[in-house]
């Protein structure tokens, strides 16, 4: 089979490839300078603008600071500003000539674990910053269990602050080795270690002159070439009915179509497929993409999908490979970080919003809550607080096609909500919370054989 163009990476109407696409996120202790480093690759890319950077230099000389305080062209919030932390996810688009990125800078303190869980979601790459006076501290190993709870495919360790540590390599490959080593048992796929001073520009978006004995790429560099483009035909199809197209017009008495957006794989004209959580089955007839009829379309392509058969299809409804659907199920146990200030208690009653299907449900059982310091369980916890991490077991009034987080993260994550005023109440990822971690950390292990860093 050949491969697809992921539609991230299209051509122009000049027949040039448009750059690609890359969401991530940044996560750290508080004063590890998160926002500085964002503040950095923004100026350093030229992607802010001259009033910007004139409103940042005026709010700066008005603080008594001499140079213009590059944080606080992310840390927009009053509070943010006075207290000089990061609060609320503050989200910047920016382009260089070879990647466009949506960057999320998450709060570092622990009463803000859930922001972070916002903001990494669906970042396909996180960096965790640590201070290289301080090394891997429980903040550092909280936010690395949270990047692999949401199975965010690529790590950057960033130590900043090499400044003040006279840009010393044994300290770097120190805070390095136990990071990867940490990271890894918790089944990351990939890490990056990059010594950093966010606050001088060293490593951030041009090579630094002050650590000669780092080969590696900058933060920048890095972010541009790191691999986000995926073959679609590798993932099983998934479309989650949206919208049911009926014109029953002269032109159009007998269109029926299904709108929406492809979650993940690739529908063809031909294709077997079952519609879930009905069960019937049928074949695709034809797919229209912005009005066009085409053989094959892909994720996450928003298209109309015609079967050849009249069924009882409405919103909510998931078109499925017929020899690969998901698990249809009213049970669901998951792995959940609750949002909402009230807490989450075993018998509540809530709605279960799972891609573009809601149905009601009831908290069975809140079997455990997860202590992120050491990765241990707190059994039988009776209720989730605020920024709480726990397991969750939860009985669906309607069956779901429901995939695992570890297979899909568009198709096997869920929010719940509160039925009487629509809050959201928690994000659920069902099935196991960790990734089977034996091969990453083994890969880990046998990466540098001498026992030196290798870059």
């Avoid at 136990?178 to 041009?206: K, M, R």
Wanted: glycine letters at 6%.
């Amino acid at each position: 089979m050949s491969t697809i163009v992921d539609p991230v990476d299209p051509v122009d109407a000049t027949g040039t490839a448009a750059t690609s696409l890359l969401r991530f996120a940044t996560a750290g202790s508080v004063d590890d300078g998160k926002s500085t480093l964002v503040g950095r690759l923004l100026h350093d890319s030229k992607s802010v603008l001259a009033d910007q950077l004139e409103a940042v230099e005026r709010a700066s000389l008005g603080r008594g600071q001499e140079a213009p305080d590059l944080a606080l062209l992310t840390d927009g919030l009053r509070a943010e500003r006075e207290q000089g932390i990061t609060i609320d996810v503050a989200y910047r688009y920016f382009a260089t000539p070879r990647r466009r990125f949506i960057l999320a800078d998450t709060p570092g303190h622990v009463q803000y674990t859930r922001n972070m869980v916002t903001g990494a979601s669906t970042a396909e790459l996180a960096v965790v910053l640590v201070d290289a006076r301080n090394g891997v501290v429980e903040q550092t190993r909280r936010h690395a269990a949270v990047a692999a709870l949401l199975r965010v495919p690529h790590v950057v360790l960033a130590v900043n602050k090499m400044d003040l540590v006279d840009y010393t390599e044994p300290v770097f490959a120190a805070i390095a080795a136990e990071f990867t080593t940490y990271a890894a048992s918790l089944g990351v796929p990939e890490i990056t270690a990059i010594p950093i001073s966010a606050l001088a520009g060293d490593n951030v978006v041009t090579p630094s002159t002050n650590m000669d004995w780092y080969g590696g790429p900058t933060v920048l560099e890095h972010l541009e070439t790191v691999p986000v483009v995926a073959d679609p035909s590798e993932d099983p199809a998934r479309f989650p009915v949206q919208y049911v197209i009926r014109p029953q017009t002269p032109e159009l008495p007998d269109y029926r179509g299904y709108a929406g957006q492809i979650a993940s794989g690739v529908l063809r004209v031909g294709d077997a497929v079952t519609v879930l959580p009905s069960g019937r089955t049928s074949t695709v007839e034809a797919l229209d993409v912005l009005g066009e009829a085409v053989d094959v379309a892909w994720a996450p392509q928003s298209v109309t999908v015609r079967l050849a058969d009249d069924l009882d299809i409405s919103r909510g409804d998931l078109i499925a490979p017929a020899a690969a659907p998901p698990a249809v199920t009213q049970d669901v146990e998951a792995t959940v970080c609750h949002v909402a200030d009230r807490p989450l208690k075993a018998g509540q009653r809530v709605l279960l919003k799972h891609t573009t299907r809601t149905v009601k449900a009831i908290v069975k059982d809140i079997p455990s809550r997860l202590t992120l310091d050491d990765l241990s369980q707190h059994p039988a916890p009776g209720e989730l607080a605020a920024n709480d991490i726990g397991r969750v077991v939860l009985r669906t009034a309607e069956p779901l096609a429901l995939d695992a987080y570890a297979d899909s993260r568009r198709t096997g994550s869920f929010l719940l909500i509160d039925p009487a005023d629509g809050t959201t109440l928690t994000a659920g990822m069902a099935g196991s919370a960790f990734a089977e971690a034996a091969e990453a950390a083994a890969a880990v292990a046998d990466a540098d054989d001498d026992g030196e860093w290798d870059f």
